[in-house]
């Protein structure tokens, strides 16, 4: 496998099951992607219309990443 191959066991997430476990709208996860902010995505195909994907790994990591503590009373 090359660097650039991606595992078969990979799962893939559209952005509506991403904004369904993150808890947000569908226009918030497309407004997090315009300004970059959010987990990372890729694109299917190099065109900008082309379909959006999440990596289950690289939500979570991005959920963990950004989960807060709260600070002891």
């Known amino acids: 496998m090359t660097t650039n191959e991606i595992p078969a066991t990979?799962?893939?997430?559209?952005?509506?099951q991403v904004a369904e476990l993150l808890g947000v709208s569908y226009s918030t996860l497309s407004y997090w992607r315009i300004t970059d902010y959010g987990p990372v995505y890729t694109r299917m195909r190099p065109s900008r219309r082309s379909p959006v994907r999440y990596r289950r790994s690289d939500v979570e990591a991005w959920m963990k990443s950004n989960a807060t503590v709260p600070a002891s009373a």
């Open 10 to 16: 990979q799962e893939w997430l559209n952005p509506k």
